[in-house]
């Protein structure tokens, strides 16, 4: 399905969220910075479909849309990638699903590298995912997204060479590729989500702020994250043993990166985890800067239910971990 003919008019592409459990080298380290762990799941996800067209346009028909000026920086970071590989095809772009913009999903990255795959292969281009990463600009903070989007599962990866530049959300970040350390499958585990509605998202703008107001952070508290997230989360997840990763999950939300991003929403957050606890669950995160909530648990579909009832101002879904990338389909 992947074999594009040259000359194609149509496309679809189907991409997959992703939950991010935590960034890593938050401090002013003489190695690397940033760095993450996360994983694909297949609810919520983004379609889209593309066609030829003589100018770019952007139609994005989900219930809460880009801002005109983010559709105004996708059309351009479009425009640049024509322009610089030569296509004679600009591409009509229309936006559907139910992934959240700024909501802890990584739909920016997302949208982005679908975009320009779609413009590569509406001109008759194959590009390798290394030339659509770097010209997407994204992936300098974390290499979750940008690795699931074309494969899934779960990736750890090491960030950067640390140099002069400041920590920085992903995308304002420098662009260079983050080191993988590993990318595997995750365990089959039923995954709660929660969206609260009534607790506002961050702009990039916001963004922007809580990283600088954050970063460094002292390096022994770094070093407290990467053991939960190196011993914890990923032996976890290569042994299939849920339990250890409820309890590194659990652990890092204490860690001083995650705290700070938490610490962002307040009670409104706290008490949607708590009233998860005591319904049942086994480990509750905030999914990247959030307000995103996902949780484990034995019984995920009936607390879902059960939430529903006392929480109706939050969106709730019942997902998987997918360990496989976007997948693309030309009429």
């Known amino acids: 399905m992947?074999?594009?003919p040259k000359g194609i008019n149509n496309l679809t592409i189907f991409a997959y969220s992703r939950l991010h459990l935590t960034l890593l080298a938050m401090h002013q380290g003489k190695y690397r910075i940033n760095g993450g762990?996360?994983?694909?799941?297949?609810?919520?996800?983004?379609?889209?479909?593309?066609?030829?067209?003589?100018?770019?346009?952007?139609?994005?028909?989900?219930?809460?849309?880009?801002t005109d000026q983010e559709l105004e920086r996708l059309i351009d970071l479009l425009r640049s990638e024509k322009k610089?590989?030569?296509?004679?095809?600009?591409?009509?772009?229309?936006?559907n699903g139910n992934i959240r913009p700024h909501s802890g999903f990584g739909s920016g990255t997302t949208i982005s590298l679908a975009c320009l795959e779609a413009l590569h292969r509406l001109n008759g281009s194959m590009p390798?995912?290394?030339?659509?990463?770097?010209?997407?600009?994204?992936?300098?903070t974390s290499g979750v997204g940008i690795h699931s989007y074309f494969s899934g599962g779960c990736v750890f990866d090491l960030g950067r060479s640390a140099g002069n530049d400041a920590h920085a959300p992903s995308h304002q970040a420098t662009a260079s590729r983050p080191l993988l350390l590993d990318q595997l499958p995750m365990p089959d585990w039923e995954?709660?989500?929660?969206?609260?509605?009534?607790?506002?998202?961050?702009?990039?703008?916001?963004?922007?702020?809580f990283f600088e107001r954050t970063c460094p952070l002292p390096a022994e508290s770094v070093y407290e994250t990467?053991?939960?997230a190196l011993f914890g989360l990923y032996a976890?997840?290569?042994?299939?043993?849920?339990?250890?990763f409820c309890h590194a999950l659990r652990a890092v939300q204490t860690c001083a990166w995650k705290k700070a991003e938490r610490l962002e929403y307040g009670a409104a957050l706290i008490e949607i985890e708590q009233v998860l606890y005591a319904n049942g669950a086994e480990a509750v995160g905030m999914s990247s800067l959030g307000p995103s909530l996902f949780f484990l648990a034995d019984n995920t579909a009936d607390i879902i239910s059960q939430m529903r009832l006392t929480h109706p101002n939050c969106?709730?879904?019942?997902?998987?971990?997918?360990?496989?990338g976007r997948e693309l389909a030309n009429d």
Not at 84 to 95: K, P, Q, T
Not at 128 to 140: H, I, M, P, T
Not at 200 to 206: F, G, I, Y
Not at 237 to 243: F, Q, W, Y
Request: charged share 20%; aromatic share 8%.
């Open 2 to 4: 992947e074999n594009q």
């Open 37 to 66: 762990i996360g994983f694909a799941i297949v609810d919520p996800r983004c379609d889209l479909t593309f066609s030829n067209a003589a100018d770019f346009t952007i139609n994005d028909q989900r219930a809460n849309p880009l």
């Open 84 to 95: 610089r590989r030569g296509f004679s095809v600009s591409v009509e772009v229309v936006i």
């Open 128 to 140: 390798s995912s290394v030339e659509l990463v770097a010209a997407s600009g994204r992936g300098g």
């Open 191 to 209: 995954i709660g989500i929660c969206i609260p509605l009534s607790i506002p998202h961050k702009s990039q703008a916001e963004e922007r702020d």
């Open 226 to 228: 990467l053991y939960h």
């Open 236 to 244: 976890a997840i290569r042994e299939a043993n849920r339990t250890t």
């Open 315 to 324: 969106e709730w879904l019942l997902t998987r971990p997918a360990n496989y």
